[in-house]
């Protein structure tokens, strides 16, 4: 050996014990086995720019090989540094992808990449656990936080409790926001959910004693009287599966054909949205704060059932500050709570007063705003149109659709058009239509015909999107893990947001609501197809949505109805 420092560098180089560089290179190794197999499948099934990221980690890993010959030095000392900035650089290219990549909301919340041991051990002895109680998975507690003990396997609860669970599951894994168990044809009963605002049946045909078990299950879980089969209830029980814990909303009702249960999956977080995220165009949004700033008479809320009327609901009573002005809502169920809101919950099978008798206590304590959840008779409107309307701002929901309709069906609850015409300060309507799946969308170019059908300038719309359901994995067709093949993912309104100033008061006073549309119209402000066409232009939703939204009702067979 010699002390020249040119062979110094080079025995650095070689790192003259065989030992060592098998020992740098066995992190290498590891780190290019876990890019090629695990996170290049990942990058190519989110359509996270797949070359874009190999390009990455291939500098990174030329960089941790050259980093590790590079050091100089043969000592234990300058072994273990090289071997510290190899495990370094390579942790930091595998950190990189996952910072980023679990950021990107086309990965679902279960593809996200994940470093903590501790939900791995967790869930592995979740699983255990599981296997030894059956195949019993879920944790699930009462309202009161009781868990609701697994029955023995053998005994003759088992069963009910497993295909309980399976209803669950099974919504879950399809992504479903609610799953019902209701009355079918010929007294069997039905399974069906609903994903992003589609009912869809699950199961179909089940014998009533089969689902009655199943409801009782259910019902006794949320600690509700098994032995009443009629009067609306409900109650909020937890499910956990692993870790993840989540309010349930279990109601029940019944009625000459049986019973029915609905399971509502984080009722709160369903109706928590911002007034940005509502789906309102830019001029839209300015009317509606132009409205809420006036804070005074009535502003109508008209929807289809199943519309999210209580998420608009509630995104406008937190669109006034509840700490500076009184604001109240007056609801049938309570969906979530309101901070700084006084909530009143209203039972129709109570003893208490009539909902108008309740509404004119709450209008005569002068509160600065009342939300009311859903009017449900002529006398309720009565009133709203003989309160004083320079002191209380009313926002009423009620089922119509489109703006003029929604004033024409209040005008006639009220009985008066002098008395409506008076109250009314604002109105708004919308549908909600499902959003594109962003991760399979389908380009395509319209064809002209297409596009004058549906009153679009063929010179500005060249490209359209239609929903995939698939998504190309090495070259082959395998289902969007995102929408899970449905080609949709999530939902967003199209709405018609309307100030009432004094000429269109007018209009309403001499029953004039032909003139009235006319009115609106000359606001320059979009209509809900309008703004369907518009989300389609972008890409956010398909022309076949569009038509689906905005195609008048036809009665369509579905057997399950959603309770409440
Ligand atoms: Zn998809």
Known sequence: MSNTPNVLALEGLMLVSAWKPIVLLAPWVAWAWFVSTVLD???????????????????????????????????????????????LILSADIMIYAMSTNNDERVPEKFKIRFDASTWKQAKEEKALAKRAGKAELQIQTPGGTTVAVPMSDSEEFPVRVAAEAIYMQAKAARASQVDIAPGRDKAYVVSWVVDGVRKVQR?????????????????????????????????????????????RVSTAGGPAGMRLGMLFDPSGAV??????????????????????????????????DNGRTTTLYTLAKMHDAYTSNVQTL???????????????????????????????????????????????????????????????????????????????FVKAAGDNELAGNALYG????????????????????????????????????????????????????????????????????????????????????????????????????????????????????VEEVTRITAPKQNKSSPAVPVA
């Not at 830019?282 to 109508?300: C, D, K, S, Y």
């Not at 799946?437 to 380009?443: E, G, H, S, T």
């Not at 093949?485 to 209009?507: K, T």
Request: proline share 5%; charged share 25%; net charge positive.
């Open 331 to 409: 609801e049938f169920e309570m969906q979530s709570g309101l901070e700084g809101v006084r909530q009143s919950v209203f039972d129709p099978q109570g003893e208490g007063p009539e909902f108008s008798t309740f509404m004119r206590s709450i209008l005569r304590r002068d509160p600065d705003v009342v939300v009311v959840a859903e009017v449900p008779d002529n006398a309720t409107v009565i009133e709203m149109c003989k309160n004083d309307h320079g002191r209380t701002r009313v926002y009423a929901s009620l089922k119509a659709e489109g703006a003029v309709r929604t004033v024409a069906t």
């Open 41 to 87: 499948k990942h990058a190519a099934r989110f359509h996270l720019g797949r070359n874009k990221w190999n390009m990455t980690h291939l500098s990174m890993g030329t960089v941790a090989l050259l980093a590790a010959f590079l050091i100089p030095g043969t000592s234990h000392v300058a072994f273990g540094i090289a071997l510290g900035v190899v495990v």
């Open 427 to 542: 109105v708004m309507s919308w549908k909600l239509m499902r959003r594109l799946c962003q991760n399979c969308k389908v380009p395509y170019q319209p064809s002209p015909e297409m596009l004058s059908k549906l009153g679009l300038p063929a010179a500005k719309v060249k490209q359209l999107f239609k929903k995939g359901g698939q998504v190309l994995i090495k070259n082959k067709p395998d289902t969007c893990p995102t929408c899970l093949g449905s080609g949709y993912f999530g939902q967003i309104g199209a709405f018609e947001v309307y100030r009432l100033g004094e000429d269109e008061r007018a209009l309403i006073r001499g029953g004039d609501l032909n003139g009235l549309r006319t009115a609106l119209r000359k606001k320059g402000l979009p209509t809900i197809q309008q703004v369907a066409l518009l989300r389609a232009v972008e890409g956010i939703t398909s």
């Open 272 to 305: 928590r949205r911002g007034v940005e995220d509502l789906g309102l165009t830019e001029p839209q949004l300015a009317e509606l704060r132009a409205i809420t700033e006036e804070r005074r008479g009535v502003v109508l809320l008209g929807a289809a059932a």
């Open 204 to 248: 179909q045909s089940i014998p009533p004693a089969e689902a009655v078990r199943l409801i009782d299950f259910w019902k006794s879980a949320a600690e509700l009287d098994l032995s009443d089969r009629r009067r609306p209830r409900w109650a909020d029980i937890t499910v956990s599966r692993h870790e993840l814990g989540e309010t349930v």
